[in-house]
């Protein structure tokens, strides 16, 4: 794995490309070339939620489709940073970073009550078209006559992730992962690109951990839909299956409303457990002191360090103005949570994501023409 392997925000964009979309401001042409894209008629973009390249590996045994993919195309690719959910799939439906979107993390602060809001949820009275404010792929498509497919259940209509993320594509609703491959199989008789969206197994693996057996049933689900949907596709179609991040199974929580020296000085903690933004007047000092108490269990950063170093990508106004004034990293099986600013059920889930680690960040691409 190198820095210069491609992105998630890489994917969709490499697949218009390949379809012969011509979407400024999107190097689908480099993209195409870095993800090693054959050319096709039509083609179904698959994003599995929480299916991280060594999780699958890891198991890959009970997977027999996805595993022949994978021996074909044995390297991963690497996911957006923070490795959340709201960050890559706005990344795949804009192919840009989270430092463009604003879509940094899995909550973050509520400008108009101080709060933390979910991006996930969308708990929150703010416009998603005014927070996200980068055009989409799907308004892209729509502008020059295309259609994008956007399979998905009926509770994300209008939500504002799928506005941040999906505005200007064609819904197509599925709840059962079996009607979302019948839908991605419908929708390719009005149009050529379909992007289909999985969530049980990052579900599951938040519930009951990846290592387990609940979390194992649901790749064995997933295994033999996709499998299907490849047997069903028409021919020359260019079958996609990614995720947006992996998962690490947590052995070790940290409650910063039980910790003095962590606790000081922070008004907001917001984030997730494995990439904890926190929001304070002082970042310097609680900078400081976080990575003081934390040692070599997390990296801490302040604001500007981490624009600086480009885990972002280029990072707009809108995003520097919303972003935590402090994010700490976890190592290892660790998860720093506040029970001031979260629930019991969300410091108790096992399976979490979020920080820099290759299990978090690398991701499966893999990739088949139908014949």
Known sequence: MTEQSPLVTDVLAGTCHVLGYDLPGLDGERSAQALGLPQASRAVVVL????????????????????????ERPDPIRTVSPSTTAAAITGLGTGLLPGQTAMAGYSLRDPNTGDPFSLITWNTDLCAENWQRQQTIGEKLAAQGHELAVVQPAKFLGSGLTNAAWRGGKPVVGESLEQRVD???????????????WGEVDHVGHGKGWQSDAWTAELENLDSEMARLARRLPPDTLLIITADHGMIDVEERIDVAAVPSLSEGVTLVAGEERAAQIYTEDPDAVSARWQAYLGDRATVLTKNE?????????????????IGDVIAFS??????????FMSAWALSITGLHGSLTDEEMDIPCLVEVTT
């Not at 599995?48 to 021996?71: E, I, S, W």
């Not at 839908?183 to 969206?197: C, I, R, S």
């Not at 190592?331 to 029970?339: A, K, T, V």
């Open 48 to 71: 599995v939620d929480g299916l991280g390249y060594h999780n699958l590996g890891a198991l890959k045994g009970h997977a027999p489709f996805l595993r022949r993919r994978l021996t």
């Open 183 to 197: 839908g991605a199989l419908a929708a390719l008789e009005w149009t050529n690109l379909v992007y289909l969206y």
């Open 306 to 322: 981490w624009i600086e170093s480009g885990l972002l990508g280029p990072v707009s106004d809108q995003t520097r103005s919303v």
């Open 331 to 340: 190592h290892g099986r660790l998860g720093i949570g506040d029970s001031r």
